[in-house]
């Protein structure tokens, strides 16, 4: 008989329904998915498909909005008027919620996706607006950890999540490192899974300019555009296990 406990858990996510076609991969293999709600990826057929597969594997939904930008797949920043922004923040939530109940699934969470993520974890008036719109629908708030957007979460005592990226370089700061640099998306598995166990067990991630600094992560992301997705994800549960690490 093992005697021996697992120790440690570690929710892990992974963006979907951005038209990539493989969720049905995916979806085994995480605890958590955050779904493209149609503004830089994704329609309501992939929206509802992706929330009855997530149901069926019992892992847990988060909308996933965006700036309305599907020529960049959201991941250029966009200067918008704070009515069109609370707008099209409201639309992609409202919608989602709608389909949702169609779909008769519940949603844990909400993320920002591409450039809307990295802009809420610097720009201050930008993520007051969008902790308003958010904070409607009483959903735990997926934030980079450290950022404003974080801080905010705490001051109003909304519920969060800290989120670490398995798969993405880091700077100094814990901003991710742009993916028009060499090196910003990672596809190396071993590298992957040290990199995920330093964060889990010391707290700390390695930075490109060579520093270790300290992050606090509740929730790890793979995404779910990396080409390597699927390999890492299995090779992650494999490893997880073995280190008595839990994925719930």
């Given at each position: 008989m093992d005697m021996n406990p697992i120790y440690d858990t570690i929710d892990l996510n992974a963006d979907v329904g951005e038209g990539i076609g493989n969720e049905p991969e995916l979806l085994p293999l995480v605890s958590s998915c955050n779904i493209a709600c149609g503004a830089h990826a994704g329609n309501r057929k992939t929206i509802l498909d992706t929330m009855l597969l997530a149901k069926k594997h019992q892992v847990r939904i988060g909308a996933h909005p965006s700036y309305p930008d599907k020529?960049?797949?959201?991941?250029k920043s966009i200067q918008m008027s704070s009515k069109d922004f609370r707008n099209i923040i409201g639309e992609q939530l409202g919608y989602f919620e709608k389909l949702a109940q169609k779909a008769e699934v519940s949603w844990k969470h909400i993320k920002a996706h591409g450039a809307l993520y990295n802009d809420l974890s610097n720009d201050l008036a930008l993520a007051k607006m969008y902790l308003e719109e958010v904070q409607k629908y009483g959903k735990l708030?997926?934030?980079?950890?450290?950022?404003?957007?974080?801080?905010?979460?705490?001051?109003?005592?909304?519920?969060?999540?800290?989120?670490?990226?398995?798969?993405?370089?880091?700077?100094?700061?814990?901003?991710?490192?742009?993916?028009s640099k060499p090196g910003a998306v990672l596809h190396n598995k071993k590298l992957i899974l040290k990199r995920l166990l330093l964060m889990i067990h010391d707290k700390q991630v390695h930075t490109v300019e060579g520093n270790l600094v300290s992050i606090e992560v509740d929730t790890v992301c793979v995404h779910g555009d990396n080409k390597a997705a699927l390999e890492i994800l299995v090779y992650l549960r494999e490893e997880l296990a073995k280190e008595r690490i839990l994925i719930q």
């Amino acid at each position: 008989m093992d005697m021996n406990p697992i120790y440690d858990t570690i929710d892990l996510n992974a963006d979907v329904g951005e038209g990539i076609g493989n969720e049905p991969e995916l979806l085994p293999l995480v605890s958590s998915c955050n779904i493209a709600c149609g503004a830089h990826a994704g329609n309501r057929k992939t929206i509802l498909d992706t929330m009855l597969l997530a149901k069926k594997h019992q892992v847990r939904i988060g909308a996933h909005p965006s700036y309305p930008d599907k020529e960049n797949f959201g991941r250029k920043s966009i200067q918008m008027s704070s009515k069109d922004f609370r707008n099209i923040i409201g639309e992609q939530l409202g919608y989602f919620e709608k389909l949702a109940q169609k779909a008769e699934v519940s949603w844990k969470h909400i993320k920002a996706h591409g450039a809307l993520y990295n802009d809420l974890s610097n720009d201050l008036a930008l993520a007051k607006m969008y902790l308003e719109e958010v904070q409607k629908y009483g959903k735990l708030l997926v934030v980079p950890s450290g950022s404003i957007i974080e801080k905010l979460a705490i001051q109003s005592g909304l519920g969060y999540l800290r989120e670490g990226f398995a798969d993405r370089a880091y700077h100094t700061n814990l901003k991710l490192v742009s993916r028009s640099k060499p090196g910003a998306v990672l596809h190396n598995k071993k590298l992957i899974l040290k990199r995920l166990l330093l964060m889990i067990h010391d707290k700390q991630v390695h930075t490109v300019e060579g520093n270790l600094v300290s992050i606090e992560v509740d929730t790890v992301c793979v995404h779910g555009d990396n080409k390597a997705a699927l390999e890492i994800l299995v090779y992650l549960r494999e490893e997880l296990a073995k280190e008595r690490i839990l994925i719930q």
